[in-house]
């Protein structure tokens, strides 16, 4: 069967500092990857998704990026951090025209 | 472009009552139609899904039918529980290689006793 994970589960972080925030799939391969943004109360944002190796599309205009360096990897990175990246950032994965599988989510908040 | 509509909430309930979260979307081709559930401080998990006209797609008590001539995917439990208390999205994935999905802005359930 098919695993997400996802970690830290929990980070604060200063303004103005890095990011990186890590995904990996077990037990499937060549998956559709998706990085989500969950505001407090809101619903989800997709920021970035990747359908193979090196990737990326991005959704929304910001200062987070997104990189696939292996086939199960999904890492979002900031270089600084701003208040308004706070939220709950969620990974999940999919097969082509199915649907999405979520992984637990990081909270983030910067101070 | 497609779109997701869902009520808006929270839906206050007491134990034992039925459930109904209203959903329809607007999409062109066949979309899949999915439920999700999302608990306090966790991940969404998939509670549901349709991928054509009249199915009917169930678990855990719940219920939603595709109904294309309304497009609509409601979803609904004949008897909720305390447990049953979550924010619920509806989405649809309209196809393409990149699978992706649309989503509602969610529905807060609360049950009480």
């Known amino acids: 069967s098919q695993t997400i994970h996802q970690w830290p589960a929990t980070l604060v972080q200063p303004v103005g500092s890095p990011l990186s925030l890590e995904c990996t799939v077990e037990?499937?391969?060549?998956?559709?990857l998706y990085w989500y943004r969950q505001a407090a109360g809101r619903g989800l944002q997709l920021l970035f998704y990747s359908v193979g190796i090196g990737q990326i599309s991005s959704e929304v205009p910001q200062n987070l990026s997104a990189s696939r360096p292996q086939d199960r990897q999904f890492i979002l990175s900031s270089k600084k951090l701003l208040l308004s990246d706070s939220g709950f950032y969620l990974c999940a994965w999919s097969w082509y025209y199915n649907e999405q599988f979520f992984g637990p989510g990081t909270r983030l908040t910067v101070l | 472009g497609n779109s997701v509509t869902q009520m808006e909430g929270p839906v206050t309930l007491s134990e034992e009552a039925f459930l109904t979260i209203n959903c329809t979307y607007t999409?062109?081709?066949?979309?899949?139609l999915f439920w999700y559930v999302q608990y306090p401080g966790e991940g969404l998990q998939l509670l549901l899904k349709?991928?054509?006209?009249?199915d009917k797609g169930s678990n855990k008590g719940f219920e939603a039918t595709y109904r294309k001539e309304t497009t609509s995917f409601h979803l609904e439990k004949g008897s909720v529980q305390v447990s049953d208390s979550a924010v619920y999205f509806c989405a649809l994935n309209g196809g393409g290689t990149a699978s992706k999905l649309t989503f509602g802005t969610g529905t807060r359930l609360q049950v009480t006793l």
């Open positions: 999409a062109t081709g066949y979309p899949s």
């Open positions: 349709a991928t054509k006209a009249d």
């Open positions: 037990g499937t391969s060549n998956p559709n």
